[in-house]
């Protein structure tokens, strides 16, 4: 395979602080926060037990007021609210669909908004979080894609998402309380706005912190990244976060592909399944989940089916099979629920897992490719959509 040209995007992560303001110690990393404590006065040989007691109560008591860590001295306690804060996004409306859906609408820094998803299920609870301010992929099905990229969000940003909704949700445990297994936020899902393999770090960083045992503690098994196709960044992925991994495949050929997905034109099908073979064996992955939109006359037909099952052949994989959720001027339409089951019946016969997911949360556009931030005023018609996505009129 030819060597990819280096990512290069022109695309910025806000600083974490103003020169002269406090520090957010949200989203810092374990060495990074032991850095900003020494270099704001905890002598060095204490730092190590500093960082284990500030990290669990921010992450696994939930306590955001210095004053109420109690296993510090009341001097310390005091330096540190002097010094930094803990803060995170700011929940600005909050929708609930009528299936128990819940959409949050949470501001950032600069005035900026995304929106947080989660999902309750009988067996879990799964949070849909963002990685970006709008998204640069363009994806001619997606609502998301529709809103031009403002920035990055940073680690403090993105984690922060998760702790939102454990505030709402109620799910911070009582310090000294018998440990609760059960969660309502059990399953974490990068689907929301934006691609997080051009925010790579700071997901990276997010997610490290989700996942460690003396926090948040979720499982790298419960967390699932989708990647519509960055293919230089799959294996990094397996070998820095090594969470599960889906992909927005959506299409069979790469002439589809080009118009659905524009990023295919840079990593077409080819390459981007040939990275997809190593990830499982990289990360200790069970499987990737294709992810595959159902357009009507699109992509939808038994021939795509019997492609899909061709062109996966020796990946352990399971294909989601999403109706179109649609939303105002979308150039395209859901698949009939017969052909859809058409579809998934040839896949199943194949040997491979085929879910059709229910789409949830649909009367507050909270659905897979619903999500668009509401400060987003840069409406595009019904036809200007139509001949980005190559339908013409």
């Known amino acids: ?50 960082v284990g007691q500030i990290w669990q109560w921010i992450y696994q008591w939930g306590v955001r007021d210095f004053a109420a860590m109690t296993n510090l001295a009341k001097s310390y306690r005091a330096e540190l609210a002097g010094r930094f804060v803990i803060e995170i996004p700011e929940v600005v409306t ?38 970006q301010v709008g998204c640069t992929l363009t994806c001619s099905f997606c609502h ?13 940003e993105i984690v922060g998402q998760i ?52 926090g948040i503690q979720m499982s790298r098994r419960r967390i699932t990244l989708s990647t519509s196709g960055v293919v230089p960044e799959i294996a990094r992925t397996a070998q820095e976060i090594g969470c599960l991994l889906a992909v927005s495949f959506h299409a069979t ?21 040939e990275a997809l073979r190593a990830y499982p064996k990289l990360s200790n992955s069970e499987r990737i989940t294709f992810e595959y939109v159902m357009l009507d006359g699109v992509n939808d037909s038994d021939a795509d089916a019997r492609r899909l099952v061709q062109l996966i052949q020796g990946i352990p994989a399971k294909i989601n099979l999403i109706p179109f959720n649609e939303w105002p001027g979308a ?10 089951r058409a579809f998934a019946d040839i896949i199943y016969k194949a040997g491979y897992a085929s879910p059709i997911r229910t789409p949830r949360g649909e009367d507050i556009m ?20 139509a001949a980005e996505a190559g339908l013409g009129d």
Not at 260 to 268: D, E, G, S, T
């Open 94 to 131: 909050k929708q609930v669909s009528s299936d128990g859906t819940r959409k949050y609408l949470v501001r950032i820094a600069g005035g900026h908004e995304v929106e947080v998803v989660y999902i309750p299920e009988e067996d879990r609870g799964t949070l849909c979080i963002s990685s």
């Open 163 to 214: 702790m939102v909704a454990r505030d709402d949700l109620g799910e911070w445990p009582e310090p000294g309380a018998p440990k609760d297994e059960t969660r309502l936020l059990s399953n974490i899902v990068l689907m929301g706005m934006g691609e997080p393999l051009y925010n790579f770090e700071n997901v990276r960083d997010a997610m490290k912190i989700a996942m460690d045992p003396e």
């Open 366 to 385: 909270a659905a897979c490719g619903q999500l668009k931030s509401a400060t987003e005023r840069a409406r595009k018609s019904r036809r200007e959509i």
């Open 331 to 340: 150039p395209y339409k859901r698949s009939s629920n017969n052909r859809i």
């Open 1 to 50: 395979m030819t060597q990819a040209a280096p990512i290069t995007q022109d695309v910025v992560t806000i600083p974490r602080k103003l020169t002269d303001g406090p520090v957010n110690l949200v989203g810092l990393t374990r060495e990074g926060l032991r850095e900003v404590l020494i270099a704001h006065g905890t002598p060095e040989r204490q730092a190590k037990m500093r």
């Open 253 to 273: 050929t790469d002439a589809v592909r080009d118009r659905l997905v524009p990023i295919n034109k840079r990593w077409n099908i080819a390459a981007l399944l």
């Open 144 to 156: 998301t894609g529709t809103q031009k990229l403002v920035r990055n969000l940073t680690a403090a």
